[in-house]
């Protein structure tokens, strides 16, 4: 997210703790549908599979971070921030000027539920080519990917979206292609 946000990019207002400890932020922001709790690591490199939740009740989170720090040691780096109500989500992949874009509602991507639209953009040119099930995104939905298909231009990565029931838009995660070994 350290590269989302340096891009410009709207990003959840999330922290970094290294343990249970550091947690000190809980009553400064408002989670009325509580937390995202996101492992990485703290050399990079692929982190699928790390440990994560959604949906974390306050009181809850520093057992949480107790656990995945468990896990994963010390070498562990762990991301907090407030759940959304979703209502569209996807990725966006990018390689070379090529872009796929998938989404569903709610958070079905995230959770591995089979995805029922695909989207095939062109970088270069910004034009759909193809759609295959249904439309769910709206213009100010496409204003906001493509221009985070802009601002990530030259980086081949994958990177998680959302947008809010309030109508707010952020990208949540990004992911280096390099990291996953051959796409």
Known sequence: MIELRRRGLPCPDWRVVRNASEIDFLEDQNAPLGWVIRSCLEEGGNELGLPWRAYVQKDEVPRVVNQFRSALGSKGLFIIYPCWNSVVSGNLLLRGEDVIL??????????????????????????????????????????????????????????????????????FDLRLLRDFGKV
């Open 102 to 171: 998938e989404y569903s509602k709610g958070f079905d991507t995230m959770v591995g539920v089979t995805i029922p639209t695909n989207v095939v953009l062109s970088r270069s040119s910004g034009n759909v080519l193809s759609v295959h099930g249904n439309h769910w995104l709206n213009q100010e939905d496409m204003a906001f990917l493509e221009e985070g298909v802009a601002r990530l231009h030259g980086l081949d990565c994958l990177t998680e979206w959302s947008r809010a029931a309030d109508g707010s838009r952020v990208f």
